[in-house]
């Protein structure tokens, strides 16, 4: 599918870069997509199979970003790179929705956003808010940052990151770096911010401050969604982002809304054997609503 390089401003002046994908023929402006990965990830780390398998089947633009401050994308000034705020990525979404709207290609009355782990709780709240969202696809979501932290945290490990939490705070007044905690680690009974063997496989040897996990809860919107469509795909046997937590959320939501459980753990929509079950399911979700009235691509099956 053609994809060009993108690249945009948000609202605090960050530029953001990624990709625009489109199908190979298309007549009328299209509805759009806005996707971006999940904690650390890169659009490169499964994405763009993503946004080609949609552009494939559906007459529908994708908009890929990089998160601020990590791949393609540049950092706030005096920022460090690789620091995830939630309420900024928030922001961000709404800066991409508007960006989406003011290409050509576009119908901007049709944007949907997609999100997958920590951006799979991003897109409840932002679906939420910005009525401009009229499809929000939410993949092996966080839904709450409080529950998910004391999930994965070990109990004796907790009091230990209360205080280099503290130490990091009193450390950045000073004008000191940021604190740093492995992404993952090959042991999962040392410190990292994701300590679970299947996330070990599939980062890197990356790192991050994770305080701010901890505090994000975005299912307390995600009633407001409604009377957006929401899928929400969950993993059967998701210990990262916890299956029950996430099906909590789901009871919360209003109609319409639409729950997909793939079976496996919670990297395993991304590719592999689930891939065609997982994104077919979203395609007929797109299919159903953002597209709704367009012609497909090509038949789904």
Request: charged share 25%; with cysteine.
């Amino acid at each position: 599918m053609p994809r060009r390089d993108i690249e945009f401003k948000t609202s605090d002046h960050v530029t953001l870069r990624g990709w625009l994908f489109t199908p190979e023929k298309s007549s009328s402006k299209l509805p759009c997509l806005i996707m971006s990965h999940g904690w650390t990830a890169l659009k490169e780390m499964d994405l763009d199979t993503f946004a080609e398998y949609f552009t494939s089947k559906l007459s529908i633009a994708c908009v890929v970003y990089d998160n601020r401050g990590f791949g393609a994308s540049d950092a706030a000034p005096n920022a460090p790179r690789c620091e995830i705020l939630p309420e900024l990525q928030r922001s961000d979404y709404s800066d991409a929705i508007t960006y989406a709207q003011s290409l050509e290609e576009v119908d901007g009355d049709k944007i949907g956003i997609w999100g997958s782990s920590y951006s799979g709780g991003h897109v409840l709240f932002v679906g939420a808010v910005d009525r401009r969202v009229k499809a929000v696809l939410s993949q092996v979501p966080l839904t709450d940052g409080w529950s998910n932290f004391h999930r994965l945290i070990r109990p004796d490990f907790v009091a230990g990151m209360e205080s280099a939490f503290l130490a990091d705070r009193a450390a950045r007044a000073q004008g000191k770096d940021a604190a740093m905690i492995p992404v993952v680690d090959a042991d999962p009974t040392k410190p990292s911010s994701l300590p679970t063997p299947d996330s070990y496989v599939f980062f890197a040897a990356w790192e991050k401050n994770v305080e701010l996990l901890r505090a994000n809860d975005p299912s307390h919107m995600i009633h407001r969604i409604s009377p957006t469509p929401l899928l929400m795909t969950v993993a059967q046997n998701d210990v990262l982002t916890p299956t029950d937590i996430a099906l909590d959320a789901y009871t919360r939501a209003r109609e319409p809304k639409q729950l997909h459980i793939i079976p496996g753990g919670h990297f395993d929509g991304y590719s592999g054997p689930n891939f065609e079950k997982n994104a077919g399911r979203q395609a007929q979700f797109l299919k159903e609503t953002l597209c709704a009235g367009e012609e497909a691509a090509l038949p789904l099956r």
